[in-house]
């Protein structure tokens, strides 16, 4: 995933030209692009996202972070259609969001790469961007199937916005390569290059240096920089604290479904309640080394003969473990 600088800046960036593309006829207010009040969202009896609020103003690098489970991915499901609220308004650019599908919220000028990825595997890189303009495309089938001049001007500037879009993400030597055939961090940046073909005022990132090495997170955090710079709005999920206090301009913390904390990157760092939700509180310390104790005291009161049971069980989990109710497994975090 590195590369991408020099082969970038030499053909231009397909950012800066998208970014002026899906502009709406009226503007943030306020210099507010993005606004949700109120929003929630339940699933049954969970309430994944609750009351929640937020602004994200146009031009910044904005990070919503958290514990596992806090709800960050419902709100971006929120903000882009694939969910709908229970309650709250979202708005872009001044117009109402809620109540939009997820192809309209493209068209309305936001992009989003997902935290699992979601390429054309058996196209190639070229063709994984190209399909990311369909939502810009005007020519109808009867056109397409006569080649009419209008729809060759617009497939070429389609060809060519693809171009821009892979060498800004120092993908053009990979552009005829099937998608499933690049290593992992090259394909983390074409899913980028897809979103920034829809010519798109927001670009929305869901963890987007998961699974990457420490070059290729430092190569992200240059991208992210040089996609603001070209008059692109960053709005990003991220665990990667480095990469979140490196790019953020401002930064906003949800635990349980709720905003516990926004502010600066050093405000939020400081704020006791950040360090509670990822770190627990000395009560909650207490109460796991007083469980270590009582494991050690239960583990030291067996009978020799529990002990070799035990320890003969552990490792096979053949029938001699079936029917067990087992009491020591972990989700990964």
């Known amino acids: 995933m590195t590369g991408a600088g020099s082969e970038g800046r030499a053909s231009g960036t397909c950012s800066a030209h998208s970014a002026h593309g899906a502009r709406g006829e009226r503007g943030a207010d306020n210099g507010i692009l993005l606004q949700l009040r109120g929003v929630s969202k339940r699933f049954g009896g969970l309430r994944a996202v609750d009351a929640f609020d937020l602004d994200v103003r146009e031009g910044s690098i904005t990070s919503l972070i958290g514990p596992n489970g806090a709800g960050k991915t419902t709100v971006f499901n929120l903000i882009t259609g694939i969910y709908r609220p229970d309650e709250g308004r979202i708005t872009f650019a001044g117009r109402e969001l809620v109540g939009k599908l997820p192809h309209q919220v493209a068209e309305a000028g936001i992009a989003r790469t997902f935290q699992t990825l979601r390429l054309f595997e058996n196209l190639t890189c070229f063709e994984n961007v190209l399909a990311g303009q369909h939502c810009r495309g005007r020519a109808g089938v009867a056109a397409s199937i006569f080649r009419t001049a209008g729809q060759r001007r617009e497939e070429e500037r389609m060809r060519s916005e693809a ?63 040089e996609i603001r710079g070209s008059g692109i709005t960053v709005f990003l999920i991220e665990h990667d604290m480095q990469v979140v206090m490196g790019v953020s301009d401002l930064v906003a913390v949800m635990d349980n479904g709720q905003k516990i904390s926004e502010g600066t990157p050093e405000e939020v760092q400081q704020d006791p309640r950040v360090v509670e939700a990822y770190l627990g509180t000395e009560d909650d310390t207490d109460e796991m080394e007083e469980a270590d104790k009582m494991g050690e005291s239960n583990e030291s009161s067996m009978s020799e003969t529990e002990q070799i049971g035990k320890t003969g069980n552990a490792g096979c989990g053949g029938d001699r473990d079936a029917g067990r109710v087992r009491t020591d497994w972990h989700e990964p975090a």
């Open 163 to 225: 171009e821009r879009c892979l060498r800004q993400m120092g993908l053009w030597g990979c552009r005829d390569e099937l998608a499933r055939n690049l290593p992992y961090g090259n394909r983390r940046r074409l899913e980028i290059a897809r979103a920034l073909a829809t010519r798109p005022r927001l670009l929305i990132l869901d963890e987007p240096a998961g699974g990457l090495n420490e070059e290729e997170t430092a190569g992200l955090m240059d991208l992210i920089e």
